[in-house]
């Protein structure tokens, strides 16, 4: 009897250890965090790659449009968007689950983007600032994002012990579920985010005439304003306001002299229409703070599919 316990206690060891050679398989030339974070340089990748390509407004252009009443329903639509246009709003809405997972998505690779930060490898002191530099402009973005999801989900930005959103400042495990905040917990991390990237954002040296958009402190500036006045702080978003308008060397474009023969033309001599074709000085920018590069190639996506299908003509959907 001993001898057979003996024998079916090396089995169930033997199917232990096959079980474990099974499933933790690890494949010559699996990308993992360690092989795909090594230098400076490829945290630099993945923040173009995987944040500004991912950092959106779209969401939040396309519902405030149809629930506002910004826009009408066209002449060849065929349902789309009625029912958020009529103010029916609820759990079953698109824009109610998209605009959750799009900020989520965007706070969970920014989370990963920190968390790579601490195993590559730094050269020197400059390296370091560099790394910094590259989290001060995450830790922008994510204070934004968190801005844009209490604006839209919290039941009052004015009261900090009010229901606000899930803190999510780690990378999560497949499993992990967190329940939703005071808006004082996550007001506390857009601080310390904004905070952070004020101190240890390093612009390049001329800056580029396209550097809007990227993080700059103007972009941080302007997010403090209106941050200070979702929250109902009017001097601190006065504050912010005017130091936003101020360093950024930037003046209101006009919208005159209108010339009705070429306006509408992609060469209009009409300064407030050169702004938006991305041909009015200095480089393009006009007015503008901060934009979003989505070039008519590539990635991004397009905020024109918020607004019609078929074709973007008057008879178009």
Request: glycine share 8%; aromatic share 12%; net charge negative.
């Amino acid at each position: 009897m001993k001898k057979f316990f003996l024998i079916t206690a090396i089995l169930g060891l033997l199917l232990s250890y096959s079980c474990d050679d099974a499933l933790d398989i690890i494949q010559e030339g699996e990308l993992t965090e360690n092989a795909l974070f090594e230098t400076s340089d490829d945290l630099q990748s993945f923040l173009i790659g995987n944040v500004y390509a991912f950092m959106s407004i779209d969401n939040e252009i396309g519902f405030t449009a149809n629930f506002t009443d910004e826009i009408g329903i066209g002449p060849g639509n065929g349902g789309q968007g009625t029912d958020i246009f009529r103010y029916i709003l609820n759990p079953a809405t698109g824009y109610v689950n998209s605009l959750w997972l799009e900020k989520y998505t965007l706070i969970n690779r920014i989370n990963r983007l920190i968390r790579a930060s601490n195993i590559i490898t730094v050269k020197d002191e400059a390296d370091q600032a560099k790394v910094n530099s590259i989290l001060a402009e995450a830790r922008a973005v994510r204070a934004f994002t968190y801005m844009q999801l209490l604006a839209f989900y919290s039941t009052d930005m004015k009261d900090p012990d009010a229901l606000g959103v899930m803190l999510l400042d780690f990378v999560p495990e497949v499993n992990t579920k967190l329940p939703r905040v005071k808006n004082s917990e996550i007001f506390a991390l857009i601080e310390s985010d904004l905070q952070f990237a004020e101190t240890n954002l390093v612009l390049p040296n001329p800056v580029p005439a396209n550097q809007y958009k990227y993080i700059t402190n103007d972009f941080i500036n302007a997010t403090y304003a209106r941050y200070y006045l979702y929250r109902g702080n009017y001097s601190l978003a006065r504050q912010y306001a005017q130091k936003a308008i101020d360093e950024s060397g930037l003046a209101l474009t006009p919208a005159t002299p209108y010339v009705a023969a070429n306006f509408y033309t992609t060469g209009t001599t009409n300064p407030y229409r050169r702004m938006w074709a991305d041909a009015a000085l200095p480089g393009g920018r006009g007015e503008i703070l901060f934009a979003l590069s989505r070039p008519v190639v590539g990635g991004g996506g397009s905020i024109g599919g918020t607004f019609f299908f078929n074709t973007t003509e008057i008879t178009g959907g």
